[in-house]
């Protein structure tokens, strides 16, 4: 157990998870580390969103989560986030029908928030807290998304394709905000776009028909062409 | 133009009686998914709540009145929470068990009712002022319907305003739009389902005191009655709206009492094809959101 909090701030071993009785995780297991990013790869559909969501609670799961060493896998969805956990869900799902103030207060937990490096991550919103989110652009929403989780103090953030329909410039805001967030918080991230991987990213983590197949250094991953199509169809 | 005022009056009043059932089934259907069929069961109970106050305390006064309102919301409020405390929490995404158990529900409660009160009307009296009328450009309006129409304004003001200005209300909101994303934010949405609950109850058993003086008496039925034309506002002003409930509320009553006036009492008639009409134009309702 100590070992485990010392070496990794998130522990999925025999991980399985199904939609509709459809298994979509298959005993993924993997360590991650403490600090900086991990990033959770794999072609389309292999399951990376499914084992971020099966990780929350989200959907049907069995096979055990240890946050910071403690189990959470027979938790509700609400109680792991409490224990320090901030998902950024794919297609950012902010509250169209609330302003970005209204998302924003809704995520806090603490009575003492992080606006303050929301501020500095996003001056875009607070210029805009009182516009409703649905009426945001893309990329503003994806803000909001990941300024929702980075407004309380959390031990680890799971995001989940940051970057996906963004415009190449607002990717690159993105990336730069999650680069400035981990240097706080470890991040899992699941993301297509190699690039960022290649800037964010210390360890990759591939799935493949929602099992590991390959656990260890991102760069060694991305410097290696072959592997890197073998493993995900693109170089 | 006397006949006019005096059914559009009359039929503000009798939406505001269905607006007050009609807005905890949609915050219900809207947060939480759950057609509750026994909603009409929290009604009849503020109904007969308010009732056998009001023959403790001589019904005739503004005080017995207000204090019998009161109840009944206290009574609605309570009820609900423990049906969904007890009984919907364990059922939330299973449809037909909560059909099931909610149609189970408000059929057993109307027979316990009937066993306590009986299966005849119970005749309700009233502060006078209310039985008497007030004359608005020649129409004789019954002055009750002005009761009926200024508790509906403040639930709705109430209810807006706690949607707006408290955490609560911001959850439920949220929730409304994306539950699972709720959850996800690290908060505990059954405590907002229970208080959606309660607010649906509250309104109902308010609603229940008022449409015993509407009608002039409290039966078993009474819920009942008014839950089908609730269904009908809820639906007709969108699943979840609760600013389409209001609306819809208003429509379905003001046509109800001019078709039962003008067309041989075809209102009930016009409200189901009123009804058809908006599903085939616009299946989500006036304000309803796609799914």
């Known amino acids: 157990m100590t070992n485990s909090v010392t070496e990794s701030i998130l522990t999925v071993a025999g991980l399985n998870a199904s939609i509709e009785g459809q298994q979509v995780v298959e005993d993924v297991s993997f360590e991650m580390l403490p600090v900086g990013v991990t990033a959770l790869l794999g072609r389309n559909g292999v399951g990376k969103t499914s084992t971020l969501r099966a990780i929350m609670g989200l959907i049907e799961r069995s096979g055990e989560v240890t946050i910071a060493g403690e189990r959470v896998d027979r938790e509700p969805t609400h109680r792991i986030v409490q224990r320090g956990v901030g998902y950024v869900p794919e297609d950012r799902e902010v509250f169209a029908s609330l302003t970005v103030n209204e998302n924003l207060r809704l995520a806090e937990r603490d009575s003492t928030p992080n606006r303050q490096l929301i501020e500095e991550l996003f001056p875009d919103l607070i210029a805009r807290a009182g516009q409703l989110a649905g009426t945001l652009s893309g990329g503003q929403q994806q803000m909001v998304s990941l300024a929702r989780a980075l407004v309380n103090d959390n031990r680890v953030l799971l995001v989940d394709e940051p970057t996906k329909g963004l415009a190449p410039l607002i990717v690159m805001d993105v990336a730069k905000a999650l680069e400035r967030a981990a240097q706080t918080v470890p991040v899992l991230l699941v993301e297509q776009n190699l690039q960022v991987v290649r800037m964010l990213a210390d360890k990759a983590i591939v799935l493949e028909g929602g099992r590991v197949v390959y656990d260890g250094s991102a760069e060694e991953l991305l410097g290696n062409e072959a592997l890197t199509k073998e493993l995900l169809g693109v170089a | ?291």
């Open chain 2, 1 to 291: 133009m006397s006949t006019i005022i005096l059914l559009l009056i009359t039929g503000l009043g009798l939406g505001a009686l269905y607006f007050l059932v009609a807005s905890g089934l949609s915050l219900i259907y809207g947060l939480m998914g759950v057609l509750n069929f026994a909603h009409g069961s929290f009604l009849t109970l503020g109904a007969f709540a308010g009732w056998e106050l009001s023959r403790r305390m001589g019904g005739e006064s503004w005080g017995t009145l207000i204090a019998s309102m009161l109840l009944g919301m206290v009574v609605g409020a309570a009820v609900a929470a423990a049906t969904e405390f007890l009984l919907i929490r364990r059922l939330y995404n299973r449809h037909i068990e909560q059909v099931l158990v909610t149609v189970g529900l408000a059929l057993a409660t109307v027979a316990l009712f009937e066993g306590i009160w009986g299966t005849d009307p119970i005749y309700v009296t009233a502060p006078p002022w209310l039985s008497q009328t007030t004359e608005i450009l020649g129409a004789r309006v019954p002055n009750d319907r002005f009761l009926m129409i200024g508790a509906a304004v403040l639930v709705l003001l109430g209810i807006v305003a706690f949607l707006r200005y408290t955490r609560f209300g911001l959850i439920i909101r949220a929730g409304v739009e994306n539950r699972s994303m709720v959850t996800a934010l690290g908060i505990d949405v059954r405590k907002a389902f229970t208080v959606v609950f309660a607010i649906g109850g509250a309104a109902a058993g308010l609603g229940g005191v008022l449409a015993s003086h509407y009608f002039g008496y409290v039966s078993p039925q009474l819920g009942g009655s008014l839950l089908i034309f609730a269904f009908i506002v809820t639906v007709i002003g969108g699943l979840g709206s609760l600013a389409g409930a209001a609306i819809a509320s208003v429509v379905v009553a003001i046509l109800q009492q001019f078709a039962n006036y003008f067309w041989g009492g075809t209102g009930d008639l016009m409200v189901v094809l009123l009804l058809a009409v908006v599903l085939l134009v616009r299946p989500t309702g006036i304000l309803g959101k796609k799914a």
